[in-house]
């Protein structure tokens, strides 16, 4: 499995939000990566699940769909 990986957004508090590529399925999805102080622990979303759980009009979801998108409709690297 080769994964391919955009980190979109850090906060200040360590959590690192990423979007992943499976450039072996083509499969793309959200990795959360929490904080240390809150055990460090790593999620993986399906873009649309993390779609929609989020508010719309939140910077995350713009960000998220924005980069699905443009993912989406290029080749593997």
């Known amino acids: 499995m080769t994964l391919e990986l955009k980190e979109l957004y850090s906060s200040a508090n360590g ?3 990423s979007l992943v590529r499976d450039n072996d399925s083509g499969r793309v999805f ?3 990566r929490a904080n240390l102080a809150s ?3 790593t999620t993986d979303t399906d873009v649309s699940e993390f779609l929609t759980r989020t508010a719309h009009g939140a910077p995350d979801y713009q960000t998220v769909l924005r980069a699905a998108e443009s993912w989406a409709g290029s080749p593997p690297q």
């Open 15 to 17: 959590d690192v939000w």
């Open 30 to 32: 959200v990795r959360h």
């Open 39 to 41: 055990g460090g622990a």
